[in-house]
């Protein structure tokens, strides 16, 4: 059975700062996956990370994953405001089961 | 396109009380799912459906019932609800398959069993 874990589960930066948020998994999946959350407001999809050392980059965020180490990273670059949220990351049990991690809530303080 | 979308936002039930969750999508996807959001567990899979004409049971399927109308429309049925159902369900659909299958959710119906 899948397990997914992150850390940290809650995260306080400055602007400016940079930043990884990690995500372990227990056993094999076919993918990695990571989401957005606004408070109050449904999931954004970020990245589909889809075999080992894809690595894919959007504006400050970038997400890496390691199949060998069952790990991937949201690395955060010279964070800003906008970029506070919780952050997701899902993979995969089967074909279509996506198993999520606890969420890392995320705030950057001017 | 609306993407999915979820009927109602809101409801306040009693214990013991029935009601039906809806979900639409019109990206002409195969596959939908259910999930529900507690604080600090993440979402967890209810049911699923892989395609239409077929459903399958998730990580936490004890209290629910679903049905694949159509291509587009997927609901989920409490037929008698509890206080722990109480949560924020999330409908999403996705075009299993293809290349990235990211999952698309809707924006959720915020339930309370009192």
């Known amino acids: 059975e899948l397990k997914v874990e992150q850390n940290p589960l809650f995260l306080s930066m400055q602007e400016g700062k940079n930043y990884t948020i990690y995500c372990n998994y227990s056993?094999?999946?076919?993918?990695l996956y990571w989401y957005r959350q606004d408070p109050g407001k449904s999931l954004e999809s970020l990245f589909v990370l889809l075999s080992n050392g894809a690595v894919k980059q959007e504006g400050r965020l970038m997400a890496s994953l390691d199949t060998k180490a069952r790990l991937s990273t949201l690395h955060i670059t010279a964070a800003v405001h906008d970029l506070s949220a919780t952050y997701f990351c899902a993979g995969t049990q089967g074909a279509q089961k996506l198993v999520f991690g606890q969420g890392t809530r995320l705030t950057i303080n001017p | 396109n609306a993407g999915v979308t979820q009927t109602p936002k809101f409801q306040v039930l009693k214990t013991g009380q029935s009601m039906t969750l809806q979900c639409a999508q019109d990206?002409?996807?195969?596959?939908m799912y259910w999930y529900r959001q507690d604080p600090g567990m993440g979402l967890r899979l209810i049911y699923y459906?892989?395609?239409?004409?077929?459903?399958d049971k998730g990580e936490v399927p004890n209290g629910y019932n679903v049905s694949r109308l159509n291509k587009r429309e997927f609901s989920l049925r409490l037929e008698s609800a509890a206080p722990s159902q109480t949560s924020v369900y999330f409908c999403?659909?996705?075009?299993?398959?293809?290349?990235?299958?990211?999952?698309?959710f809707g924006p959720g119906t915020r339930l309370l069993v009192l």
């Open positions: 990206m002409n996807h195969n596959s």
């Open positions: 459906s892989a395609s239409e004409g077929t459903t």
């Open positions: 999403a659909s996705n075009d299993a398959g293809s290349y990235q299958e990211t999952q698309y």
């Open positions: 056993t094999t999946s076919d993918r």
